[in-house]
């Protein structure tokens, strides 16, 4: 019941943070392609940093990431890595991106993959993989925000109740209000999240073992195999060291985070954004390891590692902390739920439907789709959570198969001039089915994994059939937007 | 201020970024002692990887906009 308190008070708040663009606009003023997509590209510092930060930290961190640290020990910490990796690409892509953006009206990839190779069909390809890619990852999400109620309300809110609580708060507020909305209620959830589970974490370490020193001194003693690779089930270097670039490169080319380096005011903020991820990455996920090697020691054997967190308060924590953990969860869930609902639905409106019909539709009609789609998105997310898929954090590694091969495609495009269509279409192919290859078929040779076997295949074949093809077209495409970015 | 020297800061975040992060540095640095403020060797490591690449992203933005007014 008390958890129930503080991820109401997140829910309400949610909606409210969420609702408010929508309603503050005069009724007459009609909504704009613009601003329902990208908050008419203009998002100051603050509010790019924290929509890009509360995106990216999900369910998977607060649930998936506890149980791995709790249970594999601190391999994953290729996070931090990742992370400030991922800092790296939004510091040198995005000012690009938002300067190419503005000036040719991108607002997906697809947009600018379509136009730098002069290939509609790139841009299909591309719409089609961030598509499909996005339905799992969603799911997941879903899927924790449900097990948070379920875990946090000890039953009282069921998962399936809780689940749907969260998609409808959601589709409501990315309804009426679009990315203005979903900026702004991204904003409210990154603080909470952040603050709430230094809160907790730092009130049980504290209470626990009395201090920072002695809590370390502890995991020394106690859990040393979870303090160093390979960890007690026996982690790969091959894994921890691919799945830090698969992560760190790949990790802004998913298309909601993608849109956020479209979504800037301008390229000085989004160089400025970029550097903060990259700081950011460490004090925003240290809690989660550190919250789960204290379970790890002082309730070892946990049947679910995913609890770990919550199993800590009562006895080393007050009870009422339950109720700001909570809605750290919660935030964590929604603050990823409603950007990929809300880019799935820019997603297929801009990349499929405008590419697919010939003459473009006003501006009401293509809201409307984009409406349509994130309501069926919502629907179909919410249909496959039900059926509880497990391994939370596996899911959303192996989602990275798709998304990882637009990197190459991306650096090709801004930086190498003689890449063309051909090769950006065949790297895209080849590296996807090696991907998929690796991941269900040969498995993956000394840990590395599959996402990244198909980042290689991709950028060989990227570079092989380019140099054998001609550029589509000197002018607009090839030669111009490589000036342009660099 | 020279175009090389935005170059030369942006070379030494790519080598830093590889060094510590995919080269066999990184199973030299797994280890818990020593244990600088009693923090295990191998989360120190992980955590001051992000620390140092931002300052050294500080520095290129710096050094990159100073170049920018010089020509300007």
């Known amino acids: 019941m008390t958890a129930l308190i503080g991820i109401s008070i997140v829910l309400i708040l949610t909606l409210g943070v969420g609702l408010a663009p929508a309603f503050s606009r005069k009724a007459k003023q009609a909504l704009s392609v613009n601003e329902y997509f990208l908050g008419s590209r203009g998002m100051g510092p603050v509010v790019l940093f924290f929509t890009s930060m509360a995106t990216w930290y999900s369910s998977s961190l607060f649930l998936g990431a506890v149980a791995e640290v709790y249970a594999k020990g601190i391999g994953w910490i290729f996070a931090f890595t990742s992370t400030a990796i991922s800092g790296l690409v939004f510091y040198f892509i995005a000012p690009r991106m938002q300067a190419l953006g503005q000036r040719h009206r991108f607002v997906t990839q697809a947009d600018f993959f379509a136009h730098r190779f002069d290939s509609r069909l790139l841009g299909l390809l591309v719409g089609l993989v961030g598509t499909v890619c996005m339905i799992p990852y969603i799911t997941i999400q879903v899927v924790g925000v449900g097990l948070i109620f379920d875990i946090f309300t000890d039953g009282l809110v069921p998962f399936w109740l809780g689940a749907l609580i969260a998609v409808a708060i959601c589709a409501l507020f990315i309804y009426f209000g679009g990315m203005t909305s979903v900026a702004w209620t991204d904003v409210l959830l990154g603080i909470v999240f952040v603050t709430s589970i230094w809160f907790v974490v730092g009130m049980i370490l504290f209470d626990a073992f009395g201090g920072f020193g002695s809590f370390f001194e502890a995991a020394r003693t106690r859990v040393p195999e979870l303090l160093t690779l390979p960890g007690p089930k026996n982690l790969e270097w091959g894994y921890f060291l691919s799945q830090t670039w698969v992560i760190g490169l790949g990790g ?235 | 201020m020279s175009r090389s020297l935005t170059q030369r800061v942006l070379w030494l975040l790519m080598a830093v970024v590889i060094a510590m992060t995919a080269t066999p540095i990184v199973i030299l640095a797994n280890r818990i002692t020593p244990s600088p403020l009693g923090v295990p060797f191998f989360l120190l490591w992980c955590g001051a990887i992000p620390l140092l690449l931002w300052i050294l992203m500080v520095l290129h933005s710096r050094v990159s906009s100073l170049e920018g007014e010089s020509k300007s």
């Open chain 1, 252 to 486: 802004y080319m998913w298309p909601h985070l993608y849109m956020r380096m479209v979504a800037a005011r301008s390229a000085r903020d989004a160089r400025r954004v970029g550097s903060l991820i990259t700081l950011a990455s460490v004090p925003s996920q240290l809690p989660v390891v550190l919250g789960a090697l204290a379970a790890a020691i002082l309730i070892p054997s946990l049947a679910s590692p995913d609890t770990a967190l919550i199993s800590l308060i009562g006895d080393y924590a007050p009870l009422w902390t339950i109720a700001i953990l909570g809605a750290g969860g919660i935030a964590a869930s929604l603050s990823t739920i409603n950007s990929l609902a809300h880019s799935q639905g820019v997603t297929v409106a801009q990349d499929l439907y405008l590419r697919l019909v010939k003459k473009r539709p006003s501006e009401s009609r293509i809201i409307a789709v984009s409406r349509a789609f994130v309501l069926i998105t919502c629907v179909i997310a919410y249909a496959a959570a039900l059926t509880k898929p497990t391994f939370l954090w596996t899911i959303l590694a192996n989602t990275y198969s798709g998304v990882i091969q637009f990197f190459p495609l991306m650096i090709a495009a801004l930086f190498w001039s003689k890449a063309t269509k051909q090769g950006a279409i065949a790297a895209l192919i080849v590296g996807l089915v090696t991907a998929l290859l690796f991941s269900y078929v040969i498995g993956t040779p000394w840990g590395i994994v599959a996402p990244a076997w198909g980042f290689v295949a991709n950028v060989l074949t990227l570079i092989v059939v380019s140099l054998i093809t001609q550029p589509a077209r000197d002018g607009v495409g090839v030669t111009t937007v490589s000036r342009e970015a660099t």
